[in-house]
């Protein structure tokens, strides 16, 4: 047995890579998808409608994925002629391979659809009558709010002494986490000055 065989055998027996579809977490889709939106909810609101529509084509493309491969590999399976069945049978490794691989995308794919939905149907409840065009006449509100902050951080990171990507990745924490990572610079700061 290779090398590669072996660790592939382990890897398909090791349960974690089984029972969890990695993607994006609630923090990561909550906060971090919204930086630039946070602050103006219309907006906060829109991205998250925006996310929830790539999230739903990406679902469906993937579910049409998932059912051709499905067939090809029913079809590659069958009985057939000698001369053919050789030729198709080398197809089923690879398209039971494909199909394992569609199947743990579209697990996490529908987790983080799940997440956007139910935050939307939840924190944004209220917004979910406005129309189009009310939401595009907050435009000028949007960018006003997003360029003041980005001029505040420039500023704030000037004095704090971090980047600016960094300290817009701080603030867009939830309050707990924001003042652990600020608390643990200024102890950096002690350790660094000794």
Request: proline share 3%; hydrophobic share 30%.
């Given at each position: 047995?290779?090398?590669v065989?072996?660790?592939?055998?382990?890897?398909?027996s090791?349960?974690?890579l089984q029972?969890?579809?990695?993607?994006?977490?609630?923090?990561?889709?909550s906060a971090?998808k919204?930086?630039?939106?946070q602050?103006?909810?219309?907006?906060?609101?829109?991205?998250?409608v925006l996310?929830?529509?790539?999230?739903?084509?990406t679902?469906?493309?993937?579910?049409?994925q998932?059912?051709?491969?499905?067939?090809?590999l029913r079809?590659s399976s069958k009985?057939w002629?000698?001369?053919?069945?050789?030729?198709?049978?080398?197809?089923v490794?690879?398209l039971?391979?494909q199909l394992?691989?569609?199947?743990?995308?579209?697990?996490e794919k529908?987790?983080e659809?799940?997440?956007?939905?139910?935050?939307?149907?939840?924190?944004?409840?209220?917004l979910?009558?406005?129309?189009e065009?009310?939401?595009?006449?907050?435009?000028?509100d949007?960018?006003?709010?997003?360029?003041?902050?980005q001029?505040v951080?420039?500023?704030?990171?000037r004095?704090v002494?971090?980047?600016?990507?960094?300290?817009s990745?701080?603030?867009?924490?939830p309050?707990?986490?924001?003042k652990?990572?600020?608390?643990?610079?200024?102890?950096?700061?002690?350790?660094l000055?000794?």
């Amino acid at each position: 047995m290779t090398d590669v065989t072996r660790i592939l055998r382990e890897l398909d027996s090791y349960e974690p890579l089984q029972k969890y579809h990695f993607g994006h977490t609630p923090l990561q889709m909550s906060a971090f998808k919204t930086t630039q939106q946070q602050g103006c909810e219309t907006y906060e609101y829109w991205h998250q409608v925006l996310q929830l529509r790539s999230l739903r084509d990406t679902l469906e493309e993937m579910q049409i994925q998932r059912d051709e491969v499905s067939q090809e590999l029913r079809e590659s399976s069958k009985s057939w002629p000698f001369w053919s069945y050789k030729s198709r049978q080398k197809k089923v490794p690879r398209l039971k391979f494909q199909l394992k691989k569609i199947e743990s995308t579209l697990a996490e794919k529908t987790r983080e659809a799940q997440f956007h939905y139910e935050l939307l149907k939840t924190k944004y409840k209220h917004l979910e009558c406005l129309s189009e065009k009310e939401i595009l006449e907050k435009d000028a509100d949007y960018w006003v709010h997003r360029l003041r902050k980005q001029v505040v951080v420039s500023r704030l990171s000037r004095q704090v002494g971090v980047g600016e990507g960094e300290l817009s990745a701080i603030l867009a924490l939830p309050a707990d986490a924001r003042k652990q990572v600020l608390e643990g610079l200024e102890e950096n700061k002690l350790l660094l000055s000794e």
